[in-house]
């Protein structure tokens, strides 16, 4: 007997339990005494029985999947960080009996286009809800989701007036924590290497490069180029590192920005690690393989997904107990030969 032939009466009659026993195994196991649970449990395990998604879907009228449109991506040059996050999210839901199931919804093509690619899942009762990333403030996929009233959970704060049912990452506290690495490393004059694009999370990290650099006693600073153009940004932070008073560290926005930081500190005639320290923000795989390595924030994708899952299957089972607030979560400081201890 193969495991598609297997039906709930067969799981019964091995048992020699009823076939509402098994039920209450597979949905009620608190029900059941513990000596008939395992009799069941063996059954299952021994026939290779597998309950029919379908029928359960229409009992109980969830589908035990989560949707989630996929970010646009160059197939040729992906994006690690949410390529990371995905496996994160398949694995957080599979634990908890979960299918993903992707689709396309681009913010960028419009308010109209990203309603009808979520409202066809909803109306054909696709999904039982929807875990959204890189969320930004006045994000259209939020509204389309908050006037259907459908559940969803956010990687990224939704602004006021809209549902707070978020996870995200403390960036303003990580960058901070960078910040105070290299502080206590005995640097005293820090330029921050911002980013032209217009992202909560980034302005969260400016703000936290801010407020921490204050104890600087040289000062700190920020520099960067408009629409993010590489050349421009490597030849301002040359024309740092190369007059008078010049940083012993930058810290980068992003990972990418510290590849920008890289070149310029070497066009310059010095040495990253030894001349100027450099910090990134994400921690890439990239990061590992720079020479030297880099010292950058690692977010815990791991742990993202799953407060993500929790909350959304929260939402679904019961609307009324969905959170008003946020989560925030640490980011991990990750030092390496990038900032290395300084001489005395």
């Known amino acids: ?11 019964a009659r091995v048992a020699g339990v009823s076939r509402q026993t098994v039920s209450n195994a597979l949905n009620a196991p608190h029900r059941l005494r513990e000596a008939t649970l395992a009799r069941v449990t063996a059954a299952v395990e021994e026939l ?11 009992r109980t009228g969830t589908r035990k999947v989560i949707g989630y449109p996929a970010p646009v991506d160059n197939p040729a040059d992906p994006n690690p960080l949410m390529g990371g996050f995905l496996q994160a999210l398949v694995t957080a839901a599979d634990e908890v009996g979960h299918r993903i199931l992707l689709f396309r919804s681009d913010p960028q093509q419009g308010a109209g286009a990203v309603a009808r690619s979520f409202n066809d899942l909803i109306a054909a009762r696709q999904v039982d809800g929807f875990i959204l990333s890189d969320v930004v403030h006045d994000d259209p996929r939020v509204d389309v989701l908050a006037e259907a009233g459908f559940p969803f959970a956010a990687f990224g704060r939704t ?10 990452i403390d960036s303003a506290a990580a960058t901070a924590a960078l910040v105070g690495l290299l502080l206590d490393q005995g640097h005293r004059r820090i330029c921050y290497l911002n ?15 801010l407020r921490a650099a204050a104890a600087a006693p040289a000062g700190a600073f920020e520099v960067g180029a408009p629409d993010d153009d590489p ?10 590192l190369t007059g008078p008073d010049r940083p012993t560290a930058l810290v980068c926005a992003s ?10 500190v070497r066009a310059a005639g010095l040495v990253v690690g030894e001349d100027v320290a450099v910090t990134g923000f994400n921690d890439i795989p990239l990061c590992t393989l720079l020479q030297p390595a880099l010292t950058s924030a690692r977010l815990p994708l791991a742990a993202i997904a799953r407060a993500l899952v929790d909350r959304l299957i929260t939402a679904v089972e ?5 959170p008003g607030t946020g989560l925030l979560l640490p980011a991990e400081p990750i030092s390496r030969a990038s900032t290395p201890e300084r001489r005395p």
């Open 231 to 240: 050349v421009a940004l490597s030849h301002a932070v040359q024309r740092l």
């Open 195 to 209: 980013s032209a694009a217009s992202l909560p999370w980034l302005a969260d990290r400016r703000a936290g490069f």
């Open 255 to 264: 990972d990418w920005l510290a590849l920008t930081a890289y070149q310029a």
């Open 48 to 58: 290779g029985y597998r309950p029919d998604q379908s029928a359960r879907s229409l």
């Open 159 to 168: 602004a006021p007036g809209r549902p707070q049912n978020w996870v995200d």
């Open 1 to 11: 007997m193969t495991a598609r032939q297997v039906t709930i009466e067969d799981v």
């Open 318 to 322: 019961d609307p009324a107990a969905t």
